[in-house]
């Protein structure tokens, strides 16, 4: 399929997408709200509700401004490199996690993303009164998968 096609396509049939759809995708994450779908060989999420979708945007948007010094860039508007992607998103999710239960494990996966943002915003009150000193720490450690050159050694 070509990827103009993909594009418009994707466009007309995700009218919600989700913005941790990278890490739901490769696993790292899951979400009651987040609905899968195909279109030819690739697959994408769509999320099921408007305020969800909303919180996860907001916060999601902050996690990158909190985080630029740790991804090393300057630019909070333009589309970020899938790893760096990867690290705001499963990173900053772990933060989040480690922020809600500071005595716990860093998890490997976490369960349900629109249950974890709902128990944060209960908790501190609204998303810019999140613990961001934690969670960027969760970012800056965050290790995606490592190129598969580097896996032979």
Not at 131 to 149: K, L, S
Request: hydrophobic share 35%; proline share 4%; with cysteine.
């Amino acid at each position: 399929m070509d990827n103009q096609v993909f594009r418009e396509t994707y466009g007309a049939i995700n009218d919600r997408y989700c913005p941790f759809e990278k890490s739901i995708l490769t696993n790292q994450c899951a979400c009651s709200r987040a609905e899968r779908f195909c279109i030819a060989e690739r697959e994408g999420v769509r999320c099921q509700a408007d305020a969800a979708q909303s919180r996860c945007v907001d916060l999601l948007s902050l996690l990158r401004g909190q985080a630029r010094f740790a991804l090393k860039t300057t630019d909070g508007q333009s589309a970020l490199p899938h790893a760096k992607a990867m690290r705001v998103q499963v990173g900053g999710l772990r933060g989040l996690y480690m922020a809600l239960n500071p005595d716990a494990q860093v998890p490997t996966t976490i369960d349900d993303v629109d249950a974890i943002v709902e128990t944060a915003v209960s908790r501190f009150g609204s998303l810019d009164e999140l613990p961001f000193q934690v969670i960027v720490q969760q970012i800056t450690a965050y290790r995606g998968r490592r190129p598969f050159r580097d896996r032979r050694r």
